[in-house]
């Protein structure tokens, strides 16, 4: 009876380290994709204003005003 409580341990083990590796690589290959929408907004949608914002899909183009204050010029939907 000894015996199997080892294997079943092991076995509970070995599933935790699969679901955390899966998570691990997701996290990563998720992070990488955000990494390249940010890059798309900053360097080739917003090239040619001052400031970018992405945020949730959605990249955000600012210049200033004559009063230095920030406006929003231009939005893309990144899909």
Excluded: P, Q
Aim: proline share 0%.
């Amino acid at each position: 009876m000894e015996s199997m409580t080892w294997k079943n341990i092991a076995i509970v083990f070995i599933i935790l380290f699969v679901l955390e590796t899966g998570m691990i690589v997701w996290g990563i290959i998720t992070v990488r994709a955000e990494e390249k929408n940010i890059n798309e907004c900053y360097y080739n949608i917003c090239n040619n204003y001052e400031e970018a914002y992405y945020d949730d899909g959605v990249c955000h183009c600012y210049t200033t005003d004559v009063l230095g204050n920030w406006v929003k010029s231009k939005t893309e939907y990144m899909g």
